[in-house]
């Protein structure tokens, strides 16, 4: 601080600062009169200079004794140097001359060290005898520049080139130097023989000189006619001269002279001759450098005067500054310095700077400009260097000068990199360009605040010094003449002169403030001068050439003194301050109401401007926004930042809002100008800020790890991000909250960073693993392309500039930061950094990026020659690692589809170039009907996972990642799955069955999935294999060798097959395959040549009992004109009583489009629901013609009328529409998977890619990338297969493969684990392929993928009402095989092996068994007093018959069985539920039931249940969801169970353990009932339709079949495939009641359900007989022909008697009535077997009847009752169904 100290000394001494003005004009005028020889005290007393510091208070205020230590350079603070001079103590031993002679670094270790060890001098230098090195300039210049001396004595003796005058001393002066009349050098010797050396055009009689004739010689005028010769040629004596009698004559006005030729005229001094004979005055004034200021002129004379605040010096020609010495600031590379030009003290201001050109002083800081590359700025201090500001930062390229107002205190400055000048306010707050028009490389510039001018100069291609006013209005080139590198400039405001500097020219020259008078000061003697500054009589710069600043007098450039020398440090800015040199006047903007910044402009003149983001208002003084300035968002750990960026000033930053633990990512939404932020601290979220409320709320916290990069789409209003930990890429649709992964499964790659391109629908990520790379892609993760391959080594940040509508990316690794198009079809370099960048934006046209652990943002110029780099270094706390940046740039974002109601996108809308695609969640997809909405999706892929709980498909490879991907966890479950089976033992794969090791690879299938035999290895060391090894090692099914297909590679199945034959039960097709032979003419292709069904397979002819069909049908002739179309082409209602058909369907049908086979009642079109698959009955409800639109008023309005701007709807729907544009109504993209996407959104064959056409209409599938993709191993990152496209290689697989996560990587396709299956069976994985097998029972068809069962061919059950029907496709016909006016049918199953068909009727309690072959010794038997059974299912294995109880006092389950004729309830079910479906797996003994609760109207919800088939271990299988399943399927061989939702219209799926639930089947038509056969579901549906679903293939497809029958249901499949052999556990048994299988064996119940061992007797039930509900189930068989006869004769011989007392009984009640007037009669009859008719003979059969059985009632009232009450039920559930 004492070096503040020296300056506050100083000023009160010297007065030489500004803030003493005010000081100065209260000095008594006899101070300023005394001159520089008195000292003013701070009272205003004037004491002698030689009083001060003398040990007495001659101020009575004794500020002429304060800080002598100063003055006398007194030790420790300060050093006194050997030639007189004073420096400051810090300069001692800095290795730096500032003393000048060395002295200050004398008896230094290092100076020592110097003279011992003398090092080789340069070219352009002098070496002194003490091996000192100095400039050669310095060598003979009269200054003492080695410490020795020896450049002034032996440095003279040399002979030394001089372009002067030399003097004798050896200097070398100027040549006009020579006889100027003051002696320049030292030992005078440029004065001596003056005489003749003086110019002729100097030899005048004004000067009273005579010119010899041989003009050349000049001699005084009085010496001529002296009579003695002076002239050489004697020319100055004539014979004239004796006369002497001109002058006597001449009439001159002042004098006259003899002269040779005759008497003439002469002028005293100060005049001059204007003719022969008078004289005139001279205007002295006019003579260049007659006064050093101002100047009068007199008759004869003049007299020079001086400004206020200077002194006349008694050369009356000097003027002296009055009130102290001026100090002069300088600029060394680093450092700043102050020097006082009087006392000559030396001291510094500021150190350790990064590279300072410019510097200037107005008395209370000083400033500078640092152009050092990411310093660039302008800079001030305190006059001691403290309290250092930063006031510009921003928009400066190489500011090299600068100039402070002094008036208004702002700060002008060039720039050669920008191109400009430009003006701040005095702390920088607001700043702007004031001139850039023609503009090269400015370097120097001056003001005259008092004229309100200001001049620059310019070293660029047209160098100039140029003039304008303050404000850089009236601009103009001042000097352009005979200049080429102006550098510094000086305005002497006293004189009026501007000075400069000329490096090239090595020149010093001045011309007046207008124009005129232009005048060369030095020229040759300076080296290489840079900056200048006047004061006084002198001039003061710096010469690079000596690395000094030197002085010389401002008018002759005598005098040259050298002030200040560096070592080897160039001197930049040179500024002289005094207060005198600032004079006070009025500031004409202090009151100028001026909105941003006042200038001078011209003389008590101002204007009024603004920064470069406002512009000037009319009124001229305002300023208004034109663009929002662009802010940057700075994170680091938990701070946040906001930086205000401007194009030029100061960064303005804010502190944000502490959101976040830790920040890892940033990302800006300018819609609604808020910033998203991942927290990747404890908790993983991501938070939304408002940045013009500040309010911050999270938005995202499930299923998140560490968020690493984020983008933000604002056209569909999306977030993307990408997540370290999950490896993958998602987005979050910010209009709907809906959320989608877009990238994963990467093959252990990790994005990086990841980029958008909204307007091209382009996502751009980069991700490492082994290498890095960055690929190119649409934004929903299609259409990959590689796009930067090599090179790279990460970490990598990305970012989107769409100024340069490039990809700037940044790598932490190499230290580069380079850049792609936006097609990523290029690589082009930006900078070459040594540092590592970590985050990078951009604003406008700069790219800013952070490097890691550093505190410092750097921004640069993206367009341009601009190479320099910025910062800015934020005060953020330590241990940062990175800080992350995001721009913050508000703009009106661009129309699109997706901002209008999403584009009618139901979750995630995406941009893709002009148009869009909606896209779904996490398991949904898209409905195909209108790809907008998104359902549940129908099955997962097979790089999904289903979350059986949660009910959503997840990528697979967040299976088991440590994270809760599904809602309810599922993910995370059984990660690690332990064997079961105790040692020993083997777990197969699909049920964990434990079997013997002993049993693996035995080449014996023991597991139900194969799995025992897979991976086995025999003697060639490959899999084991159980057909045929091809020589490639794969293995094929046997019946594929010799088939007539190549199926291994090399072909070898099919050599040597001359000689096959087949085995005696099997068909050989014309290929030479073999298959069963019973599939020959089955109305199936088996062959794969068709040849098996061939011309001899002829249709059977229909039986005499069947009506043959017009379409070759056979059915039953009963079914003939019942006014159903059982045929299907309504030939059996042809030539009944209505022969009408339309098109296949009645006239009271409507026909399907979509499948015109189906044909439902006329009534169902338009009643709200849709039956047909594509739900055409639905469409075309409204009243308006196809051509018209339909208001939401129901109005219509022709279409054309859409969109008008005029409500012709009358509620504006018309019009409402139009928010989004025609264009982006249609903008809608169909799919193009498997297809290149053109720009203009039409979608083309990848093979026209790249192929030299241009197939896009514009353009986009050529150019760009296309000529060097693929072309080498650099631009073939691909594995397998490469297509160039525009944007760069696209890589692909062969069949068998699939590209892994990398993009470029091929694996194989794994297809065994697709979804849906690709075989349909059994799958085996192989390299690049697969096989596939099938279960025992069923055969490999010749598609290789499906299964055939064995055995007979299939036939179906179905239920019409009170009528079975079995349909049989091998011969093609239908037949009824139970008819009976009964109640409907309520359930139907069947057991293939025995041949029994079963089937309940509700409304009369009973179970029937039926013969399907009708064996005579089979009598149909049936059930009765079961009370109302529901659905049933058979255990074909041991014959049990399960079936719902639904009478409300008994709902259960039970089982029963005919055989043993026993009933058991098994499980209790809900009072107010219903058992809506019912299956068995007898092989896995396990039943199967969902429960349907409908407790809110028209939302039922169904639970699924798995128990042990004795009703034990219930689990709930499938959890409450909504819907109503009608149907269930056991798939025993997978142990997976099928079930069918008709309130839904789905079937789905899931696991014997509940996992794996999965929907698979969507829009089906109200399912009822379910069944698998071989590799489909069959289901019912309404209206007479059976369905049929495949379950493998590319797609699960649905098929519909019209039974021609509207009430059939119940379907059941035959085919022994159904109901494989199984042990029946019940053999033997030895149960009291009723035996049922176990998990083990079986298991004996009673009939109350209750569990006893065999043999144990069970507990009478103690059922009522008087109670109907507690009636046991009795077990009855049909009568057979025969006995219904004579069973007839014996009822007729019953009813006959009972009869006729029951017409007695009813005439005695009559009379009774009468007399008693009342009248009630009940009469009860129970007839065990009503309603139950006969079989199709139709003939009367007597009833069978047990004593005692007989109870009377009447069953018409017991029927009607009954009936009544539960057809209302039924009609409930229908309503709600």
């Not at 450092?335 to 008395?363: H, W």
């Not at 009024?608 to 994170?635: F, G, I, M, N, Y």
């Not at 808020?674 to 911050?696: A, E, H, P, Q, W």
């Not at 029946?1624 to 004996?1644: K, Q």
């Amino acid at each position: 601080m004492y070096y503040r100290h020296v300056l506050l000394v100083l000023c009160w001494t010297s007065c030489a600062f500004a803030f003493l003005d005010s000081l100065f004009l209260q000095l008594d005028a006899s101070c300023t009169q005394l001159g520089s020889d008195v000292f003013a005290c701070r009272n205003s007393k004037c004491v002698p200079r030689e009083k001060r510091c003398d040990g007495h208070a001659d101020c009575l205020d004794s500020s002429d004794e304060e800080d002598c230590e100063v003055f006398f350079c007194r030790e420790p603070h300060y050093f006194r140097c050997a030639n007189n001079k004073c420096v400051s103590a810090t300069f001692r031993c800095d290795k730096e001359n500032d003393c000048g002679d060395f002295s200050d670094e004398a008896d230094c270790t290092d100076f020592k060290y110097t003279l011992a060890h003398p090092a080789n001098c340069s070219s352009e230098e002098w070496q002194c005898v003490d091996h000192l090195c100095i400039p050669k300039d310095f060598v003979c210049n009269g200054e003492n520049d080695c410490l020795d001396g020896t450049d002034e004595t032996l440095g003279c003796t040399l002979n030394m080139e001089c372009d002067g005058f030399k003097c004798h001393n050896g200097h070398c002066l100027p040549l006009e130097w020579r006889c100027d009349g003051l002696a320049d050098c030292q030992d005078k010797s440029d004065e001596l023989d003056c005489d003749s050396h003086v110019q002729p055009k100097d030899c005048t009689l004004e000067n009273q000189k005579f010119l010899c004739s041989d003009n050349r010689t000049c001699i005084d005028l009085k010496n001529v006619c002296d009579g003695s010769y002076q002239c050489p040629d004697k020319s100055d004596e004539a014979n004239s001269c004796s006369t002497r009698k001109g002058c006597s004559t001449k009439h001159c006005s002042h004098t006259c002279v003899d002269l040779p030729t005759g008497a003439t005229c002469t002028c005293p001094t100060g005049y001059r001759r204007i003719n022969d004979a008078d004289c005139r005055d001279i205007n002295e004034c006019e003579e260049y450098g007659i006064c050093d200021q101002k100047c009068h002129n007199t008759p004869g004379s003049y007299e020079c005067l001086c400004d206020p605040r200077y002194l006349l010096q008694s050369d009356k020609h000097t003027c002296k500054v009055v009130g102290g010495e001026a100090l002069m600031m300088f600029s060394t590379k680093t450092e700043i310095r102050g020097y006082f030009l009087q006392s000559e003290l030396l001291f510094p201001v500021a150190q350790n700077l990064k590279q300072v050109v410019g510097v200037n002083f107005d008395g209370h800081h000083v400033y500078w400009t640092d152009i050092h590359v990411e310093h660039e700025s302008l800079v001030r201090s305190l006059e001691d260097g403290s309290e250092r500001e930063l006031l510009v930062t921003a928009g400066l390229g190489a500011p090299e000068d600068l100039a402070v107002d002094w008036i208004t205190g702002n700060i002008y400055f060039t720039d050669s990199e920008m191109q400009h000048l430009g003006v701040c306010t005095n702390d920088g707050s607001v700043c702007t360009v004031l001139v850039n028009k023609d503009i090269d490389k400015p370097r120097a510039i001056a003001l005259h605040p008092s004229d309100g001018k200001m001049f620059w100069s310019d070293w660029g291609k047209k160098p100039e010094i140029a003039k304008s006013n303050m404000d850089g209005t009236e601009d103009y080139s001042f000097v352009s003449n005979d200049i080429h590198w102006p550098n510094g400039l000086a305005i002497d405001y006293p004189n009026e002169r501007l000075y400069w500097t000329d490096g090239k020219l090595m020149t010093l020259e001045s011309i007046r403030l207008d124009g005129t008078d232009r005048r060369m000061i030095l020229e040759g003697i300076v080296k290489h001068p840079y900056a200048i500054s006047v004061f006084e009589n002198r001039l003061y710069w710096s010469d690079w050439a000596t690395y000094s600043i030197q002085s010389c007098d401002k008018f002759t450039g005598k005098n040259h003194t050298t002030l200040v020398k560096e070592k080897r440090e160039y001197i930049y800015g040179l500024h002289v301050f005094h207060s005198a040199l600032k004079p006070q006047m009025v500031n004409p903007c202090k009151n100028s109401m001026c909105s941003d910044i006042c200038m001078i402009s011209g003389a008590n003149r101002y204007s009024c401007a603004c920064p470069l983001h406002k512009t000037l208002s009319p009124d001229q003084h305002t300023c208004k926004e034109v663009t929002k300035r662009p802010l940057v968002a700075v994170a680091a750990k938990d701070v946040l930042v906001q930086i205000e960026h401007t194009d030029l000033g100061k960064q303005s930053i804010v502190a944000l809002p502490t959101v976040a633990k830790e920040i890892g990512a940033l990302a800006y939404d300018p819609s609604n100008h808020s910033l998203f932020i991942s927290d990747i601290g404890n908790v993983k979220r991501i938070i939304t800020v408002n940045l013009n409320t500040g309010l911050s709320q999270p938005l995202l916290s499930d299923n998140l790890g560490e968020v690493n990069a984020m983008s933000f789409d604002y056209l569909g209003n999306n977030l993307y991000w990408s997540d370290f930990d999950r490896k993958s890429v998602e987005i979050l649709s910010i209009t709907t909250m809906s959320r989608k992964v877009i990238l994963h499964d990467l093959g252990g790659e990790i994005p990086m960073s990841i980029a958008l391109i909204p307007e091209e629908g382009a996502l751009f990520v980069a991700l490492i693993k082994d290498k890095v790379h960055i690929d190119r892609m649409n934004m929903d993760g299609t259409m990959r392309s590689h796009v930067i391959e090599s090179g790279l080594m990460g970490p990598i940040a990305l970012h989107y500039d769409g100024l340069l509508d490039r990809i700037i990316f940044a790598d932490a690794g190499t230290g580069h930061i380079e850049s792609t198009s936006a097609q990523g079809d290029d690589r082009h370099g930006f900078k070459a950094l040594r540092t590592t960048p970590v985050s990078v934006t951009s604003l406008r046209d700069e790219i800013f990026w952070t490097n890691q652990r550093s505190k410092r943002i750097y921004w640069s110029k993206s367009t341009g020659n601009f190479n320099n780099n910025k910062k800015i270094t934020l005060d953020l706390p330590e241990g940062i690692d990175v800080i992350h940046l995001a721009a913050i740039t508000p703009f009106k974002v661009p129309p699109h589809a997706c901002r209008v109601n999403n584009a009618n996108c139901s979750h995630i809308c995406i941009p893709k170039m002009k148009a869009f695609e909606c896209a779904c969640p996490v398991g949904m997809a898209l409905n195909p009907r209108d790809n907008s909405t998104c359902i549940k999706k129908t099955v997962c892929t097979s790089d999904e996972f289903y979350c059986g709980s949660s009910d959503v498909c997840i990528p697979k490879a967040f299976k088991c990642n440590g994270r809760k991907d599904c809602l309810l966890g599922e993910d995370e479950e059984q990660c690690k799955i332990e064997s079961h089976c105790p040692r020993g033992f083997f777990q197969c794969n699909n049920d964990g069955k434990c079997i013997r090791e002993a049993l693996v690879c035995d080449l014996h299938f023991d597991c139900t999935d194969k799995s025992d035999e897979r991976d086995c290895r025999d003697a060639r060391g490959g899999p084991e294999c159980d057909g045929h090894r091809c020589s490639d090692g794969n293995c094929i099914d046997e019946r594929f060798v010799c088939d007539g297909e190549i199926d291994c590679v090399d072909g070898d199945d099919e050599q040597q097959c001359q000689s096959s034959t087949c085995a005696a039960n099997q068909f050989r097709c014309a290929s030479g395959a073999c298959i069963p032979k019973n599939w020959e003419c089955d109305h199936e292709y088996d062959c794969a040549d068709m040849s098996d069904e061939h011309a001899a397979c002829k249709p059977k002819a229909c039986a005499t009992n069947q009506f043959t069909c017009v379409n070759g049908i056979c059915i039953d002739k009963s079914l003939k004109c019942n006014e159903i179309d059982d045929c299907g082409d309504y030939s059996d209602e042809l030539h009944c009583l209505d022969d009408s058909v339309q098109d296949g369907c009645r006239p009271n049908e409507f026909q399907c489009t979509s499948d015109t086979s189906m044909c439902i009642p006329e009534t169902a079109k338009c009643n709200g629901t849709s039956e047909c698959p594509h739900h055409e009955d639905e469409a075309g409800c409204s009243d308006c013609h196809v051509d018209e639109f339909e208001c939401s008023n129901k109005k219509c309005v022709p279409r054309m009328w859409i969109c008008d701007n005029h409500d012709d709807c009358g509620d504006n729907s018309d019009e409402s529409i139009c928010n989004m544009t025609s264009n982006a109504i249609s903008q809608k993209l169909i799919p193009c998977d498997d297809g290149f996407r053109c720009k203009s959104g039409a979608c083309i064959d990848f093979r026209l890619v790249c192929n030299g056409d241009e197939d896009c209409h514009d353009g986009s599938d050529e150019n760009g990338a296309c000529q060097t993709s693929c072309k080498s191993h650099t631009s073939n990152p691909c594995d397998q297969k490469c297509q160039p496209t525009p944007n760069g290689p696209m890589c692909g697989c062969n069949p068998g493969f699939i590209l892994a996560g990398d993009g470029q990587t091929c694996k194989d396709a794994l297809e065994c684990s697709r979804e849906p299956p690709i075989c349909s069976q059994l799958c085996k994985e192989q390299i690049g392929s697969y096989s596939c097998s099938c279960y025992d029972g069923y055969v490999i068809r010749a598609d290789k993928t499906s299964c055939k069962s064995t055995g007979e061919t299939l036939s179906m059950l179905f239920a019409v009402n009170n009528e079975i029907r079995q349909l049989k496709q091998a011969e093609n016909s239908i037949s009824v095989l139970h008819h009976e006016d009964t109640p409907k049918i309520s359930g139907l199953d069947v057991s293939i092996a025995d041949n029994y068909a079963y089937f309940s009727i509700e409304e009369s309690g009973t179970i029937h068994r039926l013969n399907l072959v009708k064996e005579p010794s089979k009598k149909r038997q049936y059930i009765s007093d079961l009370g109302r059974p529901q659905k049933l299912a058979v255990d074909w294995v041991t014959k049990n018959i399960y079936f719902v109880e639904a009478e409300t006092a008994m709902k259960s389950i039970q089982v029963c069985n005919f055989d043993q004729e026993r009933c058991a309830k098994i499980i209790d079910t809900d009072p107010h539920s219903q058992v809506s479906a019912l299956a068995v797996d007898a092989n896995n003994k396990y039943i199967f039931y969902a429960v349907t609760t409908w407790w809110i109207f028209n939302n039922p919800q169904s639970v699924i249940y798995k128990a042990n088939m004795d009703g034990k271990n219930i689990h709930e299988l499938v959890k409450t969801t909504s819907g109503y399943v009608t149907g269930l399927a056991v798939d025993y061989n997978r142990k997976v169970l099928y079930y069918a939702d008709q309130h839904l219209n789905t079937i789905s799926r899931v696991n014997y353990d509940g996992d794996d639930k999965t929907l698979i089947i969507t829009n089906v038509t109200k399912p009822n009932g379910l069944s698998l056969f071989e590799d489909h579901l069959y289901f019912m549906s309404p209206y007479g339709y059976m369905g049929k679903c495949n379950l493998f293939g590319l797609q699960r497809t649905c098929s519909m079949f019209r039974l021609n029958a509207y009430a059939s249901e119940f379907l059941s499949l035959v085919q022994i495939s159904r109901q494989p052999n199984a042990t029946n556990a019940c053999v033997g048994h030895s149960c009291s009641h009723i035996c049922v299988p176990h998990d083990f064996g079986a298991t004996c119940l009673c009939e109350n359900g209750k569990t006893v061992q065999e043999n144990e007797q069970c507990e009478e039930s103690g059922r009522s007989a008087s109670s109907a509900s507690d009636k046991r189930p009795r077990f009855q068989a049909h009568p057979s022909e025969e006995d219904t006869t004579s069973s007839g004769a014996v009822i007729f011989g019953i009813l006959i008697p009972i009869l006729i007392v029951m017409i007695a009984f009813g005439i005695f009640y009559v009379i009774k009535k009468r007399h008693t007037g009342k009248f009630n009669v009940s009469m009860r009859f129970h007839n065990p077997i009503y309603g139950i008719q006969q079989e199709e003979e139709r003939q009367d059969h007597a009833v069978l009847l047990n004593p005692g059985e007989h109870e009377y009632c009447n069953p018409v009232e017991v029927f009607n009752k009954t009936n009544s009450r539960r057809r209302s039920e039924d009609s409930l559930m229908k309503l709600n169904d």
